[in-house]
């Protein structure tokens, strides 16, 4: 079983990358959120897995790269899905795992079906099927509900990277009290008030 491989990244697409190492040059699926970090010529090591795929009447090996384990963990939960394939789990992948793995935990029904091809139907069914499995592994990274999930939303629109918009609502949360940190609006401001006492 191959479980890294480490070449040269030669060019990036929509889909992937391929990577040469040595004489052999490797064609591999990947996530948007790893080919987005990508710079060809720099030498990458990544994790990768071996999936074969019925298509039809025919079978189709492909060899998938990661970003990181966590990413491998959330594309092996996400196949284990009824209904969700290789090639639709990698395209989910636009996001860092974490903050996948945080919304399925969270039941964050809204920032799931934001992610390609991922609808509001079978962002329902990945949390039915996931939440509790993903619940031993990660928690939630925001507060759980629409108030967190819209104030992630306006933090990204002024330009905070997700991460950091995280920790921001889960610190402006713990400010508020439960009561006052259901509306997003006073998330935001108290978000911004502690971003700007850093």
Known sequence: MIERIRGTVESIDDGGLVLGTGSLSVRLLASRNLTSRLVPGRV???PVQLVVQMEGSRVLPMCIAFDDEVEREV???LVSVSG???RAAVKALARPAS???SAVVAGDERFLSTL???GRARARQIIAALQEKLSRTHS???PPGDAASEARLVL???GINPSEADALISRAAEALGEEASRRSSDLVREAMRIRGTR
Do not use: C
Request: glycine letters at 10%; proline letters at 10%; hydrophobic letters at 50%.
């Open 75 to 77: 594309f092996e939960a």
């Open 156 to 158: 990204a629109q002024l």
């Open 99 to 101: 903050e996948i793995a």
């Open 84 to 86: 969700v394939g290789a």
């Open 44 to 46: 990458e090591d990544l």
């Open 116 to 118: 390609p091809g991922i």
């Open 140 to 142: 939630p990274s925001a």
